[in-house]
C-alpha cells in the first residue's frame, strides 16, 4: 500500500512539473490574432493598423482581420509571410523560453518577419540584444508548441 501511495505521489508530482504546450496561435477570447490588427499592414504600410470585421479570414483556428480586401487577398496567398513569428506571442518572451501577450503597437520587421513583444519597453529590451533573442526563440518555440 505504502508503494502504491508513494508511486502516486511520484506520478502527480511529475506531471505537475511537466511544462505544458502553449497554443500555437496567440488569441484574445474572442479568436482574434494580433488583437484585431492587419498582419499585412506592418509590412506594406510600416505601421500598426487595426483589421475590420468585414475583412475576417480564419487560419491555423484563429481570426485575422484586415484593414482592406487587398490585404486579405494577399494574405490568403502567402499566410506565413505576413503571420507573426511565434504564434503571435511576444518574441522576447519565447526567447527565454515563456510565453507572453503582446501590444499591437510594440513590433518590429527583421528580414521581412513579423515580431511583436510585450510592450514597447519590452521591445526596447528585445532590440538591445535582437539577433540573439531571435536565435534563441527560434530554438525555444519548437519545443514550447503543442503539436
Given amino acids: ?18 511544462k505544458t504546450p502553449v497554443l500555437p496561435l496567440n488569441r484574445t477570447s474572442d479568436g482574434l490574432a494580433i488583437k484585431g490588427y492587419d498582419p499585412v499592414a506592418y509590412v506594406t504600410e510600416g505601421m500598426a493598423v487595426p483589421g475590420l470585421a468585414e475583412n475576417e479570414f480564419v487560419w491555423k483556428g484563429a481570426v485575422w482581420r484586415f484593414a482592406t480586401s487587398e490585404h ?4 490568403k496567398l502567402d499566410p506565413e509571410r505576413y503571420a507573426p513569428r511565434y504564434g ?6 519565447v526567447s527565454q523560453g515563456k510565453t507572453a ?15 511583436l513583444n510585450l510592450n ?27 503539436k
Fill in 88 to 93: 503571435g506571442y511576444c518574441a522576447y518572451a
Fill in 101 to 115: 501577450d503582446i501590444d499591437p503597437e510594440a513590433w518590429t520587421i527583421v528580414d521581412n518577419k513579423l515580431y
Fill in 1 to 18: 500500500m505504502l508503494r502504491i501511495a508513494l508511486a502516486m505521489i511520484f506520478f502527480v508530482s511529475f506531471v505537475a512539473c511537466e
Fill in 120 to 146: 514597447k519597453d519590452v521591445r526596447g529590451l528585445w532590440e538591445k540584444d535582437r539577433d540573439a533573442y531571435i536565435r534563441q526563440a527560434d530554438m525555444n518555440w519548437p519545443h514550447m508548441i503543442g
Fill in 72 to 75: 486579405k487577398a494577399l494574405f
